[in-house]
């Protein structure tokens, strides 16, 4: 599988004890270069240079192209107040996923926002840290599902409902299973 992700993905799970998992779900991850200037911590950049070097993280080579697609998408969350403002690194993190028909990994809920309102963004799969996580789960990769969340709220500080409903197919979004 492929993924494209956005800045707070990348620094949370920077944080994760169990952060190498990522890399046992996907062939590679796309980043933009703006993604990579808002990581400023030594533990992130640290993360994200071993994770470019192995070649997990790939440097998306077609980003000029996804112009006008990150435009409306920017123009969408300025316009429309049920969505939250987005920032460029967020909407070219989901514009890649759209074109890409992959995984967009993001915690922002304007993305969200996105798929569950707009009909012509529906089959992006979105996934937050709580479904990376539950993949991993069901793939044997983390033994026990509670403690593997608790441990990720712990080393991140990310607190997930106590409820959660059943997401076969991630937090929104489409059907498509990536490559």
Request: proline residues 4%; negative net charge; aromatic residues 12%.
């Amino acid at each position: 599988m492929i993924a494209s992700i956005d800045t707070c993905f990348l620094i949370d799970w920077s944080r994760y004890r169990a952060r190498k998992l990522m890399e046992k779900v996907f062939d590679y991850v796309f980043v933009t270069e703006e993604v990579l200037d808002e990581t400023r911590t030594e533990r992130t950049i640290e993360y994200v240079s071993n994770l470019l070097a192995k070649g997990f993280l790939v440097i998306y080579p077609f980003k000029s192209e996804l112009l006008s697609l990150v435009r409306r998408i920017l123009e969408i969350s300025t316009s429309d107040p049920r969505i939250p403002a987005l920032d460029p690194p967020e909407a070219y993190a989901f514009a890649i996923a759209w074109r890409e028909k992959c995984i967009c990994l993001t915690e922002n809920k304007g993305i969200l926002r996105l798929v569950e309102y707009y009909e012509e963004f529906r089959e992006i799969k979105v996934w937050r840290s709580l479904e990376l996580i539950e993949y991993l789960y069901e793939k044997g990769l983390i033994k026990d599902l509670e403690e593997g969340l608790k441990e990720y709220s712990e080393d991140t500080g990310h607190v997930f409902p106590k409820k959660r409903p059943s997401q076969k197919n991630g937090a929104q979004g489409g059907a498509y299973p990536g490559r």
